[in-house]
């Protein structure tokens, strides 16, 4: 008997295995931080200037996402204020009603045909990259003129070519694949959080005679020097 209460052999065989997996997936992983942050850059602007982030997944894609939104219209960590995020896949009378009436490869287009404006975010997550819904719902992105990003696993997809741009875990492994995309939405959200408040002063109109930097100089400046060579300014 282990400590944790187990049995040895087999039981070790699985965590060690995966856990294998996990290392493997981790080194590529490392280059997504470039990615990670200017899509965290270009989402608090977004965010804090009125847009909203509309995500979707199915299965345990599903639940990745809807860790995200909670996160945004929640926190991370400090207190700030909510941010417009809505998991597609949680309205459930909508989705099922859409499912009933139009198919299901509709459930989540028509949903972005009905929140998402010009400029907003979609966020499409799939281990395989060839969910039909989610590909239906990235053409209704693309066509009603939002962003549209994508969290897939190993690359190339149908996903991935569908959007504008796709963080892809290279694993063969889809628990692998879905638990670096947890650990990309805590780091996206980490971002998100950083450039908040620099996004939110940016929205703030500037009075009229001032710019960012301070008060706008009127007339002529010119600057001499007296009798001793210090700069003398005179308006």
């Known amino acids: 008997m282990t400590a944790a209460g187990g049995t040895g052999g087999a039981a070790g065989t699985v965590l060690d295995a995966h856990l294998t997996s996990l290392a493997a997936a981790l080194l590529p992983f490392r280059r997504s931080e470039q990615l990670l942050a200017r899509w965290g850059a270009e989402l608090a602007h977004r965010l804090a200037t009125g847009g909203r982030l509309l995500v979707a997944g199915n299965g345990g894609s599903a639940a990745e996402a809807q860790h995200l ?52 975010i979609l966020l499409l997550m799939s281990t395989s990259g060839t969910s039909t819904n989610l590909l239906t719902a990235a053409h209704a992105g693309r066509d009603t003129g939002l962003r549209c990003w994508a969290f897939t696993g190993p690359a190339p997809n149908p996903l991935a070519e569908a959007c504008q741009e796709t963080l892809a875990i290279d694993s063969p492994d889809r628990q692998v694949v879905q638990e670096l995309h947890l650990v990309a939405v805590h780091v996206l959200c980490e971002y998100v959080e950083r450039m908040l408040p620099a996004a939110l002063v940016a929205r703030q109109p500037v009075p009229t005679g001032e710019t960012r930097s301070g008060p706008v100089r009127t007339g002529v400046e010119v600057v001499l020097g007296d009798a001793t060579g210090r700069e003398v300014q005179a308006r």
């Open 69 to 120: 939104t909670a996160e945004l219209v929640g926190k991370l960590r400090d207190d700030r204020e909510p941010l417009s995020a809505i998991a597609l896949h949680a309205e459930t009378s909508a989705l099922t009603a859409i499912g009933n009436d139009y198919g299901y490869h509709e459930v989540f287009a028509r949903q972005v045909r009905a929140h998402g404006r010009a400029d907003d």
